[in-house]
T-cell receptor, first 111, second 109 residues
Framework: ELKVEQNPLFLSMQEGKNYTIYCNYS?????LYWYRQDPGKSLESLFV?????AVKQEGRLMASLDTKARLSTLHITAAVHDLSATYFC???????????FGQGTRLTINP | DGGITQSPKYLFRKEGQNVTLSCEQN?????MYWYRQDPGQGLRLIYY???????QKGDIAEGYSVSREKKESFPLTVTSAQKNPTAFYLC????????FGQGTRLTVV
């Protein structure tokens, strides 16, 4: 059974600092997603990673995938307050078409 | 514009009442999903469907039912058997990327 675990679950950091959120999944998967959720809102798609070694970047966020380690990371560079949100990773297998989510990381960026 | 539309945005249910949440997509995606999110928590899978006229139970299917008569539509019924239905319900569809609707917030009154 596919399980997805994120850490840390809560992260408070100062503006301008760098940090990484980790996402581990338990079985072979062919896709890894990262989402952002603001309070009271739905999920916004950030990245989809489809192959080992895939790296994608958008602004101050960069996501990577290591399928051998079953690990994805979301790296935040020079954080700004606007990045405060809850970030979820999700893993899935195309054949099964079942998406399983991590617990979410609640990120607070302080001025 | 292509996307996923959930309705209504807010829904109130009386004790013992069945209610149906709508989810429509025009992305031509085969796979559709329903998730439940409780305050401060992650997403739990209720049901998912890979193809028309076929669907599978997720981790918390008890008290819920779905249908998939059309590719575009995947409605969720919250039955009276669901004893604690107050939550935020999210519908998604996927091909390679997976996109979410805006959600329905269900409250028992």
């Amino acid at each position: 059974e596919l399980k997805v675990e994120q850490n840390p679950l809560f992260l408070s950091m100062q503006e301008g600092k760098n940090y990484t959120i980790y996402c581990n999944y338990s079985t072979t998967s062919d896709r890894l997603y990262w989402y952002r959720q603001d309070p009271g809102k739905s999920l916004e798609s950030l990245f989809v990673l489809l192959s080992n070694g895939a790296v994608k970047q958008e602004g101050r966020l960069m996501a990577s995938l290591d399928t051998k380690a079953r690990l994805s990371t979301l790296h935040i560079t020079a954080a700004v307050h606007d990045l405060s949100a809850t970030y979820f990773c999700a893993s899935g297998i195309q054949g099964a078409q079942k998406l399983v989510f991590g617990q979410g990381t609640r990120l607070t960026i302080n001025p | 514009d292509g996307g996923i539309t959930q309705s209504p945005k807010y829904l109130f249910r009386k004790e013992g009442q069945n209610v149906t949440l709508s989810c429509e997509q025009n992305l031509n995606h085969d796979a559709m999903y329903w998730y439940r999110q409780d305050p401060g928590q992650g997403l739990r899978l209720i049901y998912y469907s890979q193809i028309v006229n076929d669907f599978q139970k997720g981790d918390i299917a008890e008290g819920y039912s779905v249908s998939r008569e059309k590719k575009e539509s995947f409605p969720l019924t919250v039955t009276s058997a669901q004893k604690n239905p107050t939550a935020f319900y999210l519908c998604a569809s996927s091909a390679v990327e997976a996109f979410f609707g805006q959600g329905t917030r269900l409250t028992v009154v």
